[in-house]
């Protein structure tokens, strides 16, 4: 039974630039929400997505987009890089509204 | 005040030692609460979920003690095994999406 996974695992971007980052949700698992973790910080939640929809929203300005398919998949989608989006962009999968979450190995973004 | 507040660390123990980590929250209307663990750029991963009655998992006890708004995880016969962070997780508003406080880094050394 395949985890959460996603792609690409390193990226690196200069300011100015637009990102994409992939996360496929573990088997089963319908719900997909994107952190932020900043070193040294915690994960920040950015939004989470169901049924294709955007469901929930972090403190995070609209540079930050995401779309769910049909598969369940999901994608980020930072526009505008500035060198404070540097971090480790972590996607979590889980059921419907439980708040079990479970963590892909994570993106790790760093923007020059 | 950040809505999940964590020791700051780091903690550097021997092996065998008992640690605790405590943590405050400021919404009184989260239900949940949680322990991750968090290896050295790896992904967080759930150690322990956090309930009223407090529980119990082997070497680990976690507490939560709702008016005063804390919560708490001891590790007892500390080993090497265990290094790591501690990220201690809540549930925002709408108990939709976890608030992560910053993490507390163990160091157990032989």
């Known amino acids: 039974d395949a985890g959460v996974t996603q792609s690409p695992t390193h990226l690196i971007k200069t300011r100015g630039q637009q990102v994409t980052l992939r996360c496929s949700p573990k088997?089963?698992?319908?719900?997909v929400s994107w952190y932020q973790q900043a070193l040294g910080q915690g994960p920040q939640f950015i939004f989470q997505?169901?049924?294709?929809?955007?469901?929930q929203r972090g403190n995070f300005p609209d540079r930050f987009s995401g779309h769910q398919f049909p598969n369940y998949s999901s994608e980020l989608n930072v526009n505008a890089l500035l060198l404070g989006d540097s971090a480790l962009y972590l996607c979590?999968?889980?059921?419907?509204?439980?708040?079990?979450?479970?963590f892909g190995p994570g993106t790790r973004l760093t923007v020059l | 005040r950040k809505e999940v507040e964590q020791d700051p660390g780091p903690f550097n123990v021997p092996e065998g030692a008992t640690v605790a980590f405590n943590c405050t929250y400021s919404n009184s209307a989260s239900q949940s609460f949680f322990w991750y663990r968090q290896d050295c750029r790896k992904e967080p991963k759930l150690l322990m979920s956090?309930?009223?009655s407090g529980n119990e998992d082997g070497r680990f006890t976690a507490q939560l003690n709702r008016a005063s708004q804390y919560i708490s995880l001891l590790i007892r016969d500390s080993k090497l095994s265990d290094s790591a962070t501690y990220l201690c997780?809540?549930?925002?508003?709408?108990?939709?999406?976890?608030?992560f406080g910053k993490g507390t880094t163990l160091s157990v050394s032989s």
């Open positions: 997780v809540g549930l925002n508003q709408a108990g939709t999406a976890l608030i």
């Open positions: 997505y169901y049924e294709e929809e955007e469901r």
């Open positions: 979590a999968s889980s059921i419907g509204t439980s708040v079990e979450q479970f």
């Open positions: 088997s089963g698992h319908d719900t």
């Open positions: 956090v309930y009223s």
